[in-house]
């Protein structure tokens, strides 16, 4: 099943810097843009007509502020996700956004490979909200990211991307894997058993296998 693309309203007043941010999440693909709001009046009313599953939320816009837009839409019940993008980087700014369930924080300016960690964080916080059970692998993936020398040298990045990879709910190989990725089969496996051991996949031996014995990998 196609996952369903995660709406999305832009509430940033430079034009230009709005229009960057739709490019950029039309190439992430998995989103679609509702449109773009220059003030917190504005964004207030596209909330509540088209109800977002996530902003692209300035802090400082022309009548207030896009952090107080957040807290009233938390005070509602709005089950909207919110990843801020601002020049603002104060201590205050970063505390409100965090106790008030944003997902990221990106201080401009924000290069394109930020903004996609950022929107990767999103999809797999919807990943999770449509899931009857989470497991504790999933959280730890999502809350405590694991520091690089707990994960026996592997790459962060690569690590990323072979989650991406594991979330069409397929069965893969190791050696099937590592083809999509550009990876050997041998690096594609350390990286499918470090997942394994962290709960976040399961793996079974591949009954159509023939010679070598292979394993198949699906996220849980």
Do not use: N
Not at 77 to 104: E, M, Y
Not at 141 to 162: C, K, Q
Not at 195 to 202: D, I
């Amino acid at each position: 099943m196609t996952p369903a693309l995660l709406r999305t309203l832009i509430v940033e007043d430079d034009p230009q810097i709005a229009q960057l941010h739709r490019r950029l999440l039309e190439r992430a693909g998995g989103f679609e843009v509702l449109g773009s709001a220059e003030s917190v009046q504005i964004a207030r009313a596209m909330c509540r007509t088209l109800r977002p599953d996530l902003l692209l939320l300035d802090v400082q816009l022309p009548d207030g502020r896009g952090l107080d837009l957040l807290r009233e839409l938390r005070l509602e019940g709005a089950q909207v996700d919110a990843v801020l993008v601002t020049a603002a980087s104060d201590a205050p700014s970063v505390q409100s956004a965090l106790l008030h369930g944003a997902a990221d924080y990106l201080v401009k300016p924000v290069t394109p490979e930020r903004f996609a960690a950022a929107l990767e964080r999103v999809r797999e916080r919807a990943a999770l909200w449509g899931q009857e059970e989470v497991r504790q692998g999933h959280l730890d993936a999502l809350f405590t990211p694991v520091p690089s020398g707990e994960t026996s040298g592997l790459d962060p990045e690569t690590l990323r991307r072979v989650r991406v990879a594991l979330r069409d709910g397929q069965a893969h190989t190791a050696q099937e894997l590592g083809q999509a990725l550009g990876l050997s089969r041998v690096t594609a496996w350390r990286y499918l058993e470090y997942l394994s051991a962290q709960g976040e996949v399961t793996a079974a031996p591949d009954a159509r296998t023939l010679g070598r014995p292979a394993k198949r990998y699906r996220r849980i």
